[in-house]
């Protein structure tokens, strides 16, 4: 009796506890092996050269976008919230927009919808796109700490879901 009621517990607890930071959101691939990431770089808001190397140490959300973009246009927001929630020395988000039309079009695009924890962070170029293999728009990455990509998801994203924050939480987490 003791058994059974113990082995009750189990399923009951199995049932009710979250699993959400172990599993992927929908559409999230995650690899099976970390990979290298290629080498990419673009301009912050400043003009200043950058690179992902500058991320080092930091779990890092790279999200390839563009203002002339929809689906990346409706997403912003989500991603800049998950900046505010999550975003420190342990993870950043990295909007990374490829409007060749410069910084102020992304400048303009942050104000207008009121875009205050995301970096402005620019390849006008477009290299950085194909370089990591985009297929289209918006494009988003997730890095380890040690700058090797761990999964993608292709398609918008509602960055600041409950199920979302969970699994880069879970992410930021595994050191």
């Not at 370089?131 to 509602?158: C, D, F």
Request: charged letters at 20%.
């Amino acid at each position: 009796m003791k058994m059974l009621a113990l082995a009750l517990l189990g399923v009951l607890l199995a049932v009710a506890l979250p699993t959400s930071a172990a599993e992927a959101p929908q559409n999230f691939a995650v690899l099976d092996a970390p990979a290298a990431v290629p080498e990419i770089s673009f301009a912050d808001g400043a003009g200043q050269p950058r690179t992902l190397a500058d991320y080092s140490g930091k779990v890092v959300l790279l999200n390839i976008w563009a203002t002339w973009c929809a689906p990346c246009r409706k997403e912003m927001p989500t991603l800049d919230r998950l900046q505010a929630k999550l975003g420190g020395p342990d993870f950043e988000v990295v909007a990374l927009s490829m409007d060749r039309k410069g910084p102020d079009v992304v400048k303009k695009f942050y104000a207008e919808i009121g875009i205050q924890h995301l970096a402005l962070n620019i390849d006008t170029s477009a290299k950085a796109m194909f370089a990591l293999g985009s297929v289209g728009l918006p494009m988003t990455l997730l890095i380890n700490r040690s700058g090797k990509e761990i999964g993608r998801l292709i398609g918008p994203a509602e960055w600041d879901a409950p199920d979302m924050v969970d699994f880069i939480r879970g992410r930021i987490a595994a050191k």
